[in-house]
Nanobody, 122 residues
Framework: QVQMEESGGGSVHTGDSLRLSCTVS????????VAWFRQTPGKVREFLAA???????HYGDLVKGRFAISRDNTKNTAYLQMNTLKPEDTAVYCC????????????????WGQGNQVTVTS
């Protein structure tokens, strides 16, 4: 059974940084692309970043230059470093995994974490 456990969310102020973690079990992590999405009430799930097992990356335009995705295959963990946070970054952040190459479409990911709230106040 695949499990994806997220951590690192919380409440911060404008300009602060946070690092989200997503630890995966139940699959061969290095064979999977990982991605981060976020969602706010009434909006579609928004793609943030993705990273393949071969270190190909892709970022969504809204977070390019502020957020960075990484992974440690020895720890079966993916990370999302978020810098210069803004109130509009407030959302539930989810990690996801799919076998093979990266994708920006949430429907392409088979496995999901439970979501982690990030709140940014001015």
């Amino acid at each position: 059974q695949v499990q994806m456990e997220e951590s690192g969310g919380g409440s911060v102020h404008t300009g602060d940084s946070l690092r989200l973690s997503c630890t995966v079990s139940g699959l061969t992590f290095s064979n999977y692309a990982v991605a981060w999405f976020r969602q706010t009430p009434g909006k579609v799930r928004e793609f943030l970043a993705a990273l393949s097992g071969k270190n190909s990356t892709h970022y969504g335009d809204l977070v390019k230059g502020r957020f960075a995705i990484s992974r440690d295959n020895t720890k079966n963990t993916a990370y999302l470093q978020m810098n210069t946070l803004k109130p509009e970054d407030t959302a539930v952040y989810c990690c996801a995994a799919r076998w093979g190459s990266i994708s920006v479409g949430p429907n392409m990911y088979e496995h999901w974490g439970q979501g982690n709230q990030v709140t940014v106040t001015s």
